[in-house]
C-alpha cells in the first residue's frame, strides 16, 4: 500500500552506471548522461575505486510512484565502455513513513 510510506529511499550500488525505473518511470539515474539511453550509451565515467564500486548512491522515490498491488521495479546497468571487464548492480529499497 504506497499510502503507508511518505516515500522510498533506493541505495543503488552500480559498476558503471544506472537508471532506475518504478512502473516504467526513471526515478533515479547516476554516471549516465541526460536524454534518452541507448543499449549501447557508455556510463558517464569508468568507476574503478573499489570503495567506490561498493558505496551505494541514495534517491529518494515519492510514494506517488508506487501504485496498490504489484510494482515493477527496473534497473539499466551500463559499462563505461564495451570492453570493460566488470558490471555489478545491487539495489536496496527501504520504505520510509
Known sequence: DP???ASVI???VRDDGAVLY???VEV???NLPDGPIA???PATSVI???TAERTPVRF???ASAFVAGTNTIAVEVHNSDRWSGD???DLRLVGQP
Open 3 to 5: 499510502a503507508a510510506f
Open 28 to 30: 533515479g539515474r547516476d
Open 87 to 89: 558490471l555489478s548492480l
Open 10 to 12: 533506493a541505495d543503488l
Open 48 to 50: 574503478s575505486d573499489r
Open 60 to 62: 529518494t522515490i515519492p
Open 22 to 24: 518504478v512502473n516504467g
Open 39 to 41: 543499449f549501447a550509451t
